[in-house]
């Protein structure tokens, strides 16, 4: 299972890809406001830090100048996935684009049908939006579990990335259901990493350490 940060802060990628827990990275045009960087500033120096992935959004609506602006974000390195939203014109531009040979992530995906199309399309990734179906109600995972049995009834070979992860629960099931990629925030992939059990056990062995009197270094 891939993890890629969603985020366009620099400092916090940095401090991941140290760990080795950074396959790639997605950002949209909301990550690049709260950066407060030039969208192609930050992403040249964040597909300099990091080799897998990197998605940037473009921002048109039309496909023509979807597919301009796709090309002009390709040009920033050779890592770069274009991220493009899930309509019709979104569509066009991934074909268009992918059959370039150009990484495309299909973004804003709220059903299986709609992966459907993105996969017919060529993306190279597939974005459910988890999160924001659980904020009206409805099943985020149930979505990615769609959109797995129907890419594998098909051998479809666009990767489930999944999107909006607000939870350490949602990566577990993401990655159970069998996800190719999740995409969460850094404060997210830190918590993966915490458990009561493991600080008070460690409290422990470090008290009785340092009853013994002994140095490793
Ligand atoms: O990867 C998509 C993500 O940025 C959206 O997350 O929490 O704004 O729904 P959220």
């Not at 940060?5 to 909301?30: F, Y």
């Amino acid at each position: 299972m891939k993890f890629f940060v969603d985020t366009a802060d620099i400092d916090a990628i940095k401090e991941l890809n140290d760990t080795g827990m950074v396959d790639g990275v997605t950002t949209n045009p909301s990550l690049i406001l709260k950066s407060g960087r030039d969208i192609l500033e930050v992403t040249k120096e964040i597909c300099d830090i990091v080799d897998g992935p990197v998605s940037a959004e473009v921002t048109a609506t039309e496909a023509d100048e979807m597919i301009a602006e796709g090309r002009k974000l390709a040009k920033i390195a050779s890592n770069i996935a274009v991220k493009v939203p899930l309509t019709w014109a979104g569509l066009k531009a991934c074909k268009v684009l992918s059959d370039e040979g150009q990484m495309v992530n299909v973004t804003l995906c709220f059903s299986a049908n709609q992966a459907i199309l993105a996969a017919k399309a060529g993306a190279t990734f597939i974005s459910p939006f988890i999160g924001r179906l659980d904020d009206i109600n409805l099943d985020g995972m149930e979505l990615i579990a769609d959109i797995r049995t129907i890419y594998d009834n098909y051998g479809f070979d666009t990767e489930i990335l999944a999107a909006s992860i607000r939870t350490v629960n949602h990566v577990t099931d993401s990655a159970r259901i069998g996800a190719d990629v999740i995409t969460a925030p850094p404060g997210v992939l830190k918590k993966l990493a915490d458990h009561p059990l493991t600080d008070k056990g460690l409290e422990s062995f470090l008290a009785d350490w340092a009853k013994t009197g002994q140095k490793i270094l």
